[in-house]
């Protein structure tokens, strides 16, 4: 009896043991972090490790690799700590194309390498499947909800029955990528469908441009949504008048006469803009995230202090937007545009922060006032006010277009020069504060660095940007290291992120649904639909941006249109030039 009871405490002494020694093993197995959709042959390969301490990966640990015929090791780098969490560093871009197995203790993942994977894999499904998704939804809507919700046409951009103008143009920029850098790996049929969708997109502009009249807000103002969202903002009219003057060109064969209407209304919104100047509005929030009837300003979205009081001037991003509008209105055969686009780049090239006025070390980029005491961020979205929708981050594409388009222009230099302190002064430095390269929300007094603190959700339709104008950054520059941020914002939506938890570890996966091994995230359940991504609190709600809460604490599942056209601008420089397979 005695020996029984031994054996059963014994037993008992074991089973605790194992229990504490597995939970201590659970805390600290270390997340391995790959492609899910897989990895371009041409570009940077990497797997990143993240683990709860320093010790999650021990030293002289190393990774097998096995695939076409050879087995190689590789040994992960620490790279810091960044975000609660330390992170490691595996560099695998000497793969040739294959299907790959990696060892890591006691992990075991698989990846493909193939040329031009991020393209072939996901542009169809991103562009024509999930827009003919959209167009049938919004006829869904009609029924029930009721007509209005589908009147003037467009894509239903979320997962509810929202088609804000902003989202539709940066798709409708996306989609005019693709038939401009690369066509030569479409199908006629498949651009003629990608025509066909522009038109869906720019036709609902076009009402919203209607409506903006017929309210009485203007001869060339555009209202943000229909129904429910009628006021005028700035960003909005900008980027609707950009999408008008390029579709103008792009739509000129296919359809001369939708072409021939899309300029009209692009001078329209131009000229109404350029002579009104910036719209203002209330629904901005306060310090503390609060929606206030006040100037419409989003202040928690930049760090500004409480009490503020937004300037009458431009924001900065909407001075880029307007540059490029008459850059695309002058590349249509309105000339005189030319000069609107050296006006505006000059307000704009105004606001860049000196190299003697730093902030925190950082500088090239700009200030979202030419009085305000802090920079521009990278994103501002949600609210109604004066900057919903704001959505392209420091897109400098016009004037990267402009220096090479007007390189015998006398501002030609300062064009470049201004790109160029930017590119090495902010946007590498910038990128390079994480071990993704990813791009961050932008510098806050007092806290330096953010780049998920203080979002209303994800902002995936920025990397997907940051990507495209870190291409154009490489191709003026042919610095690779620009191609590396280009990647690396990339593969954070193709499944090299941060991963959600899955029994005790992080575990990667695609944001774009329906493409990957394994992919996460949309409300719609459409595929190609990119969700909003990573963010540090609570999807649709604000926090003030802070540095003890900055990280990618939490995944926002809903998807966005916005989010697609970021990547196709971005996938469409990556095979840009290249010959179709």
């Known amino acids: 009896m005695f020996t029984f009871y031994c054996l059963a405490k014994m037993r008992e002494l074991v089973c605790v043991f194992l229990i504490l020694l597995s939970l201590r093993g659970y805390a600290q197995t270390p997340g391995v972090l790959f492609s899910r959709i897989g990895y371009d042959l041409s570009g940077e390969k990497r797997i990143i490790i993240s683990g709860d301490e320093k010790s999650a990966v021990k030293q002289g640990v190393l990774a097998e690799i096995v695939g076409n015929n050879q087995k190689t090791e590789a040994s992960p780098k620490y790279w810091g700590e960044k975000w609660r969490k330390h992170w490691w560093v595996i560099d695998i871009s000497d793969l040739k194309k294959g299907d790959y197995e990696c060892r890591i203790s006691e992990d075991t993942i698989h990846f493909s390498v193939k040329p031009d994977a991020l393209w072939e894999d996901t542009w169809k499904e991103v562009s024509i499947v999930q827009l003919q998704g959209r167009v049938k939804m919004r006829e869904e809507n009609s029924v029930k909800m009721g007509p209005e919700f589908a009147q003037g046409g467009g894509w ?15 798709m409708l920029i996306g989609l005019m990528d693709m038939l401009e850098f690369s066509p030569n790996r479409i199908s006629q049929f498949d651009q003629n469908e990608i025509r066909r969708q522009m038109i869906i997109g720019l036709d609902y502009i076009a009402y919203c441009q209607e409506k903006g009249k017929e309210l009485g807000k203007g001869e060339g103002a555009i209202i943000h949504e229909w129904p429910r969202h009628k006021n005028v903002i700035t960003g909005d009219v900008a980027k609707g008048a950009l999408c008008f003057a390029r579709a103008s060109r792009v739509l000129k064969d296919y359809s001369p006469e939708k072409a021939k209407e899309y300029q009209k209304r692009a001078v329209r919104s131009f000229d109404w803009l350029d ?42 991003r909407d001075l880029v937007t307007m540059t490029w509008t008459a850059l695309e209105l002058a590349k249509s055969g309105k000339k005189k545009y030319k000069k609107s686009a050296v006006k505006y780049a000059d307000q704009l090239m105004a606001r860049q922060i000196a190299k003697d006025d730093a902030e925190g070390g950082f500088y090239g980029h700009f200030r979202v006032f030419s009085s305000s005491p ?120 193709a499944g090299l992120n941060a991963g959600v938890k899955e029994q005790g570890k992080f575990v990667s996966k695609s944001m774009i649904y329906g493409i990957g091994q394994e992919y996460i995230g949309s409300w719609t359940k459409l595929e190609g639909t990119i969700c909003n991504g990573f963010e540090s609190d609570r999807q649709f709600q604000f926090t003030e941006p802070k540095k003890e809460n900055d990280g990618p604490f939490v995944f926002t599942d809903e998807g966005w249109i916005t989010h697609s056209g970021g990547w196709l601008s971005a996938i469409s420089r990556l095979v840009r030039e290249k010959k179709s397979l």
């Open 156 to 170: 239903q951009d979320c997962g509810g029955s929202l088609r804000e103008t902003n989202s539709h143009a940066t």
């Open 275 to 316: 002579e009104n100047g910036s719209q203002d509005h209330p629904g901005g929030t306060s310090f503390r995230g609060d929606v206030l009837p006040d100037d419409g300003f989003h202040r928690i979205a930049y760090g500004a202090p409480e009490g503020y009081k937004r300037p009458e001037e431009w924001m900065t």
């Open 374 to 493: 802090f920079s521009e961020k990278a994103w501002s979205h949600h609210h109604m006010g004066f900057d919903a929708g704001a959505t392209f981050p420091h897109y400098l594409v016009p004037l990267i277009e402009m220096s090479e388009l007007w390189a015998g222009h006398p501002k030609a230099n300062s064009w470049k020069k201004t790109v160029n302190d930017f590119a090495y002064g902010y946007f590498l430095p910038a990128c390079n504060e994480n071990p993704f390269r990813l791009l961050p929300m932008g510098y806050f007094k007092n806290e330096g660095i953010l780049t998920f603190s203080g979002l209303w959700h994800g902002m995936n339709g920025a990397y997907g940007s940051a990507a495209a104008l870190a291409l154009d950054l490489e191709k003026m520059t042919g610095d690779k290291q620009f191609g590396q941020i280009a990647t690396g914002n990339l593969q954070w939506i």
